[in-house]
């Protein structure tokens, strides 16, 4: 990617949407279009087609879920934008909802990762690019609400932190970096857990997520 | 004292008194006029024919609905030992409250007379469930008492009814039907008033039928026709007096109705309540705290970053982020006092000076309380007073406002008055469930009272009553 990265913002709190705005300038980020509704949104990310679209789920004028209709409008208008829903509470429905057909450049994040600004601004670059960001809230959600809960007691506890972080998009070396193991290490856990899951194994992050959720919806 | 005027001041009276006298006169013969003319008009009256077709058609249904309960209630009592008994007993009772809704309807239809509803039948499942609901179904036993007192009014319904028209057409008729022979079948109206043998002959005329004894029947039947309206609206008049009692809902069911509606009010409100807090939570002080960590995240990784260390910047974020807490502090404490105040738990008398000292007009706050109410009443006063408080400042351009809160054998009293321009309405003060409207929905939920007078140009007073205890 030349340049940097685009971003659109859609907050309803001024208060969040001014520090996002701030935080995202100072690193780098260019904001196309800060807005508080759905509405205002479809008009900005129409016109200045960012790469990727920050996106509160609950915004007027009903203040459920009008975000993730948004959201799943854009995809459908413009696949190759970047999504990051960005919310107070994890709903494993609106995860569900939004990984239905496909993971890649989708991120659902708790808007408390704000506060680790690097690892937020990391998963936003990872969704501009069309990789995944998963909350960890989320896997573990996603894990518990599957009715295959019981194959995931096959994995020993060190695969299930790897699948969990793998879910969240991120790499082998990363994954390694967060365990403190050697990424050789974490290729073997990676390949027990295809095995035992019974998966394909493949070399791209968000194909990994990708067979991690497709497995989990089944 | 002698004065030429004394014989012209008798004069005055006498005349006063004549005219006393004229008007007495001429209102009794007013009242007299009206009172012959309705009785004049009432055969004819839309009214009687209605009142006679219900007691025509009421009496069959009386005969049929008394059979059916004799019959089932008989036969259930004599199956009590077999299982079928009780099976055929609460057949019965939900029979029967089927017929009363019948005659609940043909006294909505042909009378007017409009009875409340009583609730629906509702069985729980199972046939074992049915039976016992049929079994225990207020409303159904209450029925079967009305059917069983409605036969003896049916009767004399029925005698009233048909003994007077058809005696009276009978009487009437008998100049010209009459005469021909000695037996005269009639009801008995006639015979009740004036003796039997009435019609035998000879009463009148000596053995004979004569002019004479057929002119006095005639008149009778003048009599009876002019009567028999009145005779049947006393019996229906009964009838109506039965039913209201026995038909309708009963105290006890009224009282579980309304207290299900407060219910289910009161659960509607916390639901909206508690989604207000949520809703401030989120918007607010969540949405505060994010920033201000994200702040403090940024400055974090700048400081950490200690080649192109920028205190000003640093300095800048953690300024913004100590303001930010200290906002999100003050909202935080002021959506934790509209969850419950905490100067409630000094009492209500403590509580309401500390509203009528921060309310922006001068408030006079008079609190007499010996016996303390429960939480639940102390917080909804509270709220009644802050948003009536809110209100005066707010809309009532008053100088003057006071707060007066009395006990009184078990309840509470408070009186919020001001000297505003008045024109207060419950719709135009309430629009959400935090204002009046939603105010009136708590007083409600415990069985209180909240009354508001506002006559244009003031002033307003509000009078809430609510029980102590809740």
């Given at each position: 990617m ?5 971003v659109?913002?859609a907050e ?18 260019t ?5 508080a ?7 900005s ?17 009903t203040?459920?879920d ?11 208008r413009?696949?190759g934008?970047?999504?990051l829903l ?11 909802e939004?990984?239905?057909d ?5 991120g ?10 690097s ?7 990872r ?8 909350d960890?809230?989320?896997?573990t959600?996603?894990l518990?609400?599957s009715?295959?809960?019981d194959?995931?007691s096959?994995?020993?506890?060190r ?24 990424e050789?290490?974490v ?9 035992k899951?019974?998966l394909p ?8 997520v990708?067979?991690v ?6 | ?32 006029r ?9 055969p004819?009256?839309?009214?009687t ?26 036969a ?8 079928f ?6 057949l ?8 009363g ?15 409340a509803?009583p ?8 046939f074992?469930?049915?039976l ?9 036993w209450?029925?079967m ?6 036969l ?7 005698v ?11 009487c009437?008729?008998f100049?010209?039907?009459?005469g021909?022979?000695n ?13 039997n043998?009435f ?16 002119v ?15 005779a049947?609206?006393?019996v ?9 009692v026995m ?11 309304s ?15 508690l989604r207000?807090i ?6 607010g002080?969540?949405a505060?705290?994010?920033?201000l ?7 974090k ?6 080649e ?5 910047q ?7 982020a ?10 935080l ?16 008398h ?14 006079e706050l ?15 006063a509270?709220f009644?007073?802050?948003e009536?408080?809110?209100?005066v400042?707010?809309?009532?351009q ?10 009184n054998?078990?309840w ?14 419950l719709?135009?003060?309430?629009s ?5 409207a939603?105010l ?11 009354a508001i ?6 002033p307003?007073v ?5 029980p102590?205890?809740?």
């Amino acid at each position: 990617m030349t340049g940097p990265i685009r971003v659109a913002i859609a907050e309803d709190s001024a208060i969040l949407r001014d520090g996002l705005v701030q935080l995202l300038v100072d690193r780098g980020f260019t904001i196309t279009g800060a807005v508080a509704d759905p509405e205002a949104l479809h008009r900005s990310v129409g016109m200045e087609q960012p790469d990727v679209a920050v996106i509160d789920i609950r915004m007027p004028p009903t203040f459920t879920d009008e975000g993730l209709r948004a959201a799943l409008e854009l995809r459908r208008r413009f696949p190759g934008l970047g999504i990051l829903l960005f919310s107070q509470y994890i709903e494993t429905r609106y995860a569900a909802e939004l990984l239905a057909d496909d993971a890649a450049g989708i991120g659902y994040l708790l808007k408390d990762r704000v506060a680790d600004v690097s690892d937020f601004v990391e998963a936003l670059a990872r969704v501009a690019s069309g990789g995944t960001a998963l909350d960890p809230e989320v896997i573990t959600q996603l894990l518990g609400a599957s009715r295959r809960t019981d194959s995931i007691s096959v994995l020993s506890v060190r695969e299930k932190e790897v699948l969990s972080l793998m879910a969240e998009g991120r790499s082998n070396a990363a994954i390694g970096g967060a365990l403190v193991i050697s990424e050789g290490a974490v290729e073997k856990h990676v390949a027990n857990i295809f095995t035992k899951f019974d998966l394909p194994v493949s070399q791209s992050d968000h194909r990994r997520v990708l067979a991690v959720l497709r497995y989990l919806d089944s | 004292m002698t004065s030429p005027q004394t014989p012209s001041t008798a004069a005055q009276l006498r005349e006063l008194f004549k005219q006393m006298v004229n008007v007495a006169t001429e209102d009794r013969a007013d009242r007299f006029r009206e009172v012959a003319l309705v009785i004049w008009r009432e055969p004819f009256a839309r009214r009687t024919w209605s009142e006679f077709s219900f007691v025509a058609i009421g009496g069959p249904l009386a005969a049929v609905g008394a059979a059916f309960v004799a019959c089932t209630l008989w036969a259930g009592i004599l199956l009590t030992i077999t299982f079928f008994g009780l099976a055929i007993v609460a057949l019965s009772v939900r029979g029967a409250r089927g017929i009363g809704g019948w005659h609940r309807q043909l006294a909505h239809n042909l009378l007017g007379e409009d009875i409340a509803e009583p609730e629906p039948f509702v069985a729980r499942p199972g046939f074992l469930g049915w039976l016992q609901s049929s079994l225990r179904d207020r409303t159904g036993w209450r029925s079967m008492a009305y059917i069983a007192l409605k036969l003896p009014l049916a009767i004399l319904a029925i005698v009233a009814g048909f003994a007077f028209w058809w005696d009276a057409f009978f009487c009437l008729a008998f100049p010209v039907l009459g005469g021909r022979g000695n037996n005269v079948p009639a009801f008995g109206a006639p015979n009740l008033l004036f003796g039997n043998g009435f019609f035998s002959g000879g009463q009148f005329s000596g053995g004979q039928f004569g002019f004479l004894h057929e002119v006095a029947i005639f008149l009778v039947g003048i009599l009876l026709f002019f009567a028999a309206p009145w005779a049947v609206r006393g019996v229906v008049y009964l009838d109506r007096r039965v039913m209201r009692v026995m038909l309708a809902p009963d105290a006890l069911s009224v009282r579980v109705r309304s207290l299900e509606e407060a219910r289910a009010q009161t659960v509607d409100t916390s639901a909206a309540t508690l989604r207000r807090i949520e809703r401030d939570l989120h918007d607010g002080t969540q949405a505060q705290l994010v920033a201000l960590a994200m702040r403090l995240g940024m400055a974090k990784e700048k400081l950490d970053d200690s080649e192109h260390l920028d205190l000003d910047q640093v300095r800048q974020l953690v300024g913004d982020a100590h303001q930010g807490a200290k906002e999100a502090i003050v909202d935080l404490r002021d959506l934790a006092r509209g969850i419950h105040p905490p100067a409630l738990d000094i009492g209500l008398h403590g509580a309401l000076s500390t509203l009528a000292a921060r309310c922006m007009v001068p408030t006079e706050l008079t609190a007499t309380l010996a016996e303390r109410p429960t939480p639940a009443i102390e917080a909804i006063a509270y709220f009644c007073v802050a948003e009536l408080l809110a209100n005066v400042a707010q809309h009532a351009q008053a100088s003057r406002a006071s707060v007066a809160c009395t006990e009184n054998s078990g309840w509470l009293r408070i009186v919020v008055r001001d000297d505003g321009q008045g024109g207060a309405q419950l719709s135009r003060l309430g629009s959400s469930s935090s204002g009046l409207a939603g105010l009136t929905d708590r007083v409600h939920a415990v069985d209180g009272r909240l009354a508001i007078e506002s006559p244009p140009r003031g002033p307003t007073v509000v009078t809430v009553d609510l029980p102590l205890h809740a």
